[in-house]
């Protein structure tokens, strides 16, 4: 990912909004202050309604420094949206599926609600297991089948 340079980054600074409205997913409200969103140019066919309005919205989350989760599920978090951070960590979800900017935003804001809500499942802990005594006969008999038979293939018997 590009490092970006201070004035870039300055100029995105002021693009960007804060969300004036709080995100509640199940028991977690993450705060308005946590969500900035911008909208950018969408890219793609759409004749001049394309070049004029900018309806694609980029929502980005701080989840480093959010204080609405706790630590396992912000690791979960970021382990999930990997492939959304940007340099500074915050995970950038970003939507132009309609020519409604407001659509646009409430799409971003689901989709991040929807990643959300998946890290905050838990993993069930895994349960070690061992097969049973009947389970390893069965499978030492089958290798030793499997072995014989290879070695009756490879057998030569000399004709005379």
């Not at 802990?125 to 070695?151: F, L, N, Q």
């Amino acid at each position: 990912m590009p490092r970006l340079g201070s004035a870039h980054r300055a100029a995105v600074a002021r693009l960007c909004r804060v969300v004036s409205t709080d995100l509640q997913i199940g028991p977690v409200l993450l705060p308005g202050s946590d969500l900035q969103w911008s909208a950018v140019r969408s890219g793609g066919p759409g004749g001049q309604n394309v070049n004029k309005v900018s309806t694609k919205v980029e929502l980005r989350f701080d989840a480093p420094g959010t204080t609405a989760l706790n630590e396992p599920v912000r690791a979960r978090l970021l382990r999930l949206a990997h492939g959304r951070l940007d340099a500074e960590g915050r995970i950038v979800v970003t939507c132009d599926e309609t020519r409604s900017q407001s659509r646009n935003l409430e799409l971003a804001r689901e989709r991040l609600a929807e990643l959300v809500a998946k890290a905050l499942i838990a993993p069930k802990p895994r349960r070690r297991t061992k097969p049973s005594k009947a389970a390893r006969a069965r499978r030492v008999a089958e290798k030793r089948r499997a072995g014989s038979k290879k070695r009756e293939r490879s057998t030569r018997v000399d004709s005379d």
